[in-house]
């Protein structure tokens, strides 16, 4: 659920790469991801924890001497889990230190750590100061996340050039999502290659264009030759989440077993929330 929700976004994902080191790993000795030794550690902090059966346990903020720094419900949401990670770096600032080579590389390149490091503001100015696509494609990146859409598409219509064009396209198709034009999105997303680094992403929202025009078998045949395809990442563990909740009767509320053969992935449970994406607009 982790790793198909809060820990697909790229703004989490981002900021645990700059000063988290996240693992996960099955409470359960017995189970498929079983680690004895992080287990120790857990209960030791978490005595509550020990049990065979015990409540769904909360992502954990920990130091490396085992102090619990922080927590957030399991079942969290991408907004929640952001917040959780930023109130720790706030109380906890030695853990929230640049490292040397953050300071020491090209603007662009301290742009995008400040970017991961959700300084949208500071990021957009350093970025805007290089002449340079990769730059005007990241400034187009951290106004979408704002919600500056025309300002955004300014910054995309400057790039020319084939070697950005996918990227160019997928970030036009994220404007459309969010404007909910599903029609032009699946039209900027449909000739993404199969070797392009973000073909993952631009497929799992290719089927999102497909389920928002209500043509689920569709969207459900995209996400399923994405998942059944591609190596796993985090678009393919979103991508199975909406493979499954798309297959559900409404309001059904999911079991989670860790067996569960109702994913595509096979060991992937959901329940707790719904996946956002398929709200319906």
């Known amino acids: 659920m982790l790793r198909a929700g809060p820990f697909s976004d790229e703004d989490v994902q981002a900021l645990a790469k700059l000063r988290f080191v996240p693992f996960y790993f099955d409470l359960s000795n017995a189970g498929a991801a079983a680690d004895k030794d992080a287990r120790a550690v857990v209960v030791k902090a978490r005595k509550n924890l020990r049990g065979m059966a015990v409540d769904t346990p909360p992502i954990l903020f920990m130091s490396a001497e085992g102090e619990v720094l922080g927590d957030v419900a399991n079942y969290a949401d ?162 199975d989440w909406a493979f499954v909740e798309s297959g559900s009767k409404p309001g059904n509320v999911r079991t989670f077993r860790s067996t569960d053969k109702a994913g595509l992935l096979g060991r992937i449970g959901y329940m707790g929330r719904n996946n956002p994406d398929l709200k319906r607009r």
């Open 78 to 239: 991408t907004k929640a889990v952001l917040a959780a990670m930023q109130k720790v770096l706030q109380q906890h600032p030695q853990y929230d230190q640049p490292s040397p080579s953050e300071s020491e590389g090209t603007p662009l390149q301290r742009a995008l750590v400040l970017a991961g490091l959700q300084q949208f503001d500071d990021a957009l100015a350093l970025a805007t100061t290089v002449d340079e696509p990769a730059a005007r494609l990241l400034c187009a990146r951290l106004l979408r996340k704002q919600g500056k859409a025309a300002a955004a598409r300014e910054h995309l219509d400057k790039i020319t050039g084939a070697e950005l064009v996918h990227d160019v396209a997928i970030e036009r198709s994220l404007l459309a999502w969010h404007a909910g034009e599903f029609a032009a999105m699946a039209d900027l997303l449909r000739d993404v290659p199969s070797e392009h680094a973000r073909y993952s992403e631009a497929r799992y929202h290719f089927g999102l264009s497909w389920f928002h025009r209500d043509d689920t078998e569709q969207a459900r045949a995209v996400w399923k030759e994405l998942v059944t395809g591609r190596p796993q990442d985090r678009w393919v563990y979103r991508a």
